[in-house]
């Protein structure tokens, strides 16, 4: 089987790998390293927001009792594979 610098399967036929995912966390500098890897790279990266950031800033509900919680967590999950 062939490697990243030799992308050929067991018959010996070259293949390209699939896509990667990337996620970015932390306190800073997502937008500026997504930014990086976007103008090194070039148009084979696609920036997906994060579904969190998305749903409660559009006013979705910060739930505190653990029920609740667990369904927003669904929701922000739900949302985010939809997007990506």
Do not use: C, W
């Not at 030799?6 to 996620?23: A, E, N, Q, Y």
């Amino acid at each position: 089987m062939g490697s990243m610098s030799d992308p050929t399967d067991s018959s010996g036929t070259s293949r390209r790998p699939g896509p990667f995912r990337i996620l970015l966390t932390g306190g800073g500098g997502k937008t500026t390293a997504a930014d990086l890897f976007r103008r090194e790279i070039g148009d084979r990266i696609i920036v997906v927001p994060e579904a969190a950031t998305l749903l409660f800033s559009g006013g979705f509900p910060r739930p505190s009792e653990s029920r609740a919680s667990r369904g927003a967590q669904r929701a922000i999950y739900h949302v985010q594979r939809n997007r990506e």
